[in-house]
Nanobody, 132 residues
Framework: QEQLVESGGGLVQPGGSLRLSCQAS??????????IGWFRQAPGKAREGVAC??????????YYVDSVKGRFTASRDNGKNRVFLKMDNLKPEDTAVYYC?????????????????????WGQGTQVTVSS
């Protein structure tokens, strides 16, 4: 069964850092075959695309929503079938459930934008709370 599992969430003070992990099971989370997206959903709000990354000739992109640029960094470890979202200088408005998702290579992550509808494999989410 193909599955994505997020971990690394928790409670952190404003200005602190967390690193979220997204582990794939049942399939290889190789960026040659998938684009990876990170999303978040705060209470009472719609799910928001935070970051995405893809590789490949003519389709190598990374994208960050303006509110996290310079603070969040997406990365990968193909050897361990994992991707990460490093979050620095966290703010209370970053509080949300964070999800990772995968889209087929060539979809989901484009220059300057992320298309949520292209992502068809999702994790269950991990809670991030930023509070003093």
């Amino acid at each position: 069964q193909e599955q994505l599992v997020e971990s690394g969430g928790g409670l952190v003070q404003p200005g602190g850092s967390l690193r979220l992990s997204c582990q794939a099971s049942g399939f290889s989370l190789d960026l040659d075959y998938y684009a990876i997206g990170w999303f978040r959903q705060a209470p009472g709000k719609a799910r928001e695309g935070v970051a995405c990354m893809s590789v490949g000739v003519g389709r190598g992109y990374s994208y960050y929503v303006d509110s996290v640029k310079g603070r969040f960094t997406a990365s990968r470890d193909n050897g361990k079938n994992r991707v990460f979202l490093k979050m620095d200088n966290l703010k209370p408005e970053d509080t949300a459930v964070y999800y990772c998702a995968a889209a087929p290579a060539g979809y989901g992550c484009y220059e300057g934008r992320l298309l949520r509808a292209d992502f068809d494999s999702w994790g269950q989410g991990t809670q991030v709370t930023v509070s003093s």
